[in-house]
């Protein structure tokens, strides 16, 4: 029997790895489809037991333990009430919302040309959402090499520090003292001043950038925030009541613990709706936190809106049972 030539050999690899390379294609293929639906549904899944809990929770809406009518804010992306979901007897403050966390930063320089002058900068308007954090990074340059040549540094009235009190140098040509600082508690209000106070005892003899400068300090200001109606995440967030001193029970906002239920929520529409008691629906915040008998919770779920499947939508409806005959 004749082997094969070496032509056959070589046609006979050629259409091996053609065929192999089609099959593999198609499994790889497959199996992406398949583990993308599967995702998918995953995600549905996911959603499904979120809105299953909400719904549960949002029924048993009852006053807080500080005294609060059960509905704290009633808005289309946001929803805070109380109940008690672990029956535990006290009531947790509770809180549905879309929402993301978004850091920002803007930095601004102030000069000072005189012996012993101040300068100051101001930044307001810069949030958009609700403030998590902020902080603020304070450097220093002038003739600031003696220990008796400092930078008072003041936000909105108070002081925060002396800067370049030690370790600096006279005219360094590069920014020195850095301090960071957080000013969450004084950017609350969408506004903060910052001075810097030169003393008596600098001289006004640098010369890098701006010549004939005493000190010029740059404030660094980086913040976080919480934007509600925006990214795709439907988070959770829960406040335990704290008993003060008399007994006196609070809600601390600090304390809130914030989970993700769903991470691929495609709400363009409102995610909470909310009815009176004739199913009349209710648009104005104060008839909503008054009036509301029963919710809607519409959640719409993909987790790529640009390849099928489709969107899915969740939705359902929600008696607040102790509200129902006020
Ligand atoms: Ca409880
Ligand atoms: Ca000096
Ligand atoms: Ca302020």
Redesign the pocket.
């Known amino acids: 029997m004749k082997g094969f030539t070496l032509i056959e050999t070589i046609v006979t690899i050629v259409i091996f790895t053609i065929i192999f390379g089609v099959v593999s294609a198609f499994i790889i293929m497959a199996y992406r489809t398949q583990g993308y639906t599967w995702q998918q549904s995953m995600a549905i899944n996911e959603a499904r037991r979120g809105i299953e809990t909400m719904v549960k929770e949002i029924r048993e809406a009852r006053p807080g333990d500080d005294g609060s009518y059960p509905i704290v804010y009633a808005g289309d992306k946001e929803f805070i009430f109380f109940a008690d979901i672990d029956k535990d007897g006290a009531t947790e403050r509770l809180r549905y919302f879309l929402g993301t966390v978004d850091s920002g930063s803007q930095a601004q320089k102030c000069v000072t040309f005189t012996k012993g002058g101040t300068c100051s900068v101001s930044f307001s308007n810069f949030l958009k959402g609700n403030l998590k954090s902020t902080q603020v990074k304070i450097s220093v340059e002038g ?4 220990s008796n ?1 400092y930078v008072e540094i003041f936000a909105d009235g108070v002081k925060l520090e002396n800067l370049c009190q030690t370790g600096c140098t ?1 005219c360094a040509v590069t920014w020195q003292g850095t301090q960071t600082f957080d000013v969450t508690d004084l950017t609350k209000d969408n506004s903060i001043q910052f001075l810097a106070d030169a003393t008596i ?3 006004s003899q640098c010369s890098w950038e701006e010549p004939n400068h005493a000190m010029k300090a740059i404030f660094e200001l980086s913040w976080n925030e919480e934007v509600i109606g925006a990214g795709n995440e439907l988070k959770k967030g829960v406040i335990n009541p704290v008993a003060g001193s008399g007994g006196k029970i609070t809600y601390p906002l600090d304390q809130e613990e914030v989970t993700i239920l769903t991470s691929y929520v495609r709400n363009v529409p409102p995610i909470f709706r909310y009815f009176d008691q004739d199913g009349q629906e209710l648009i104005e915040t104060p008839a909503r936190l008054k009036d509301t008998k029963v919710m809607e919770v519409y959640l719409i779920v993909n987790i790529d809106p640009n390849r099928p499947p489709q969107d899915f939508e969740l939705r359902s409806a929600v008696q607040l049972r102790n509200l129902k005959d006020e």
């Open positions: 003739d600031l090499g003696a040549e006279d005892h600098v001289d």
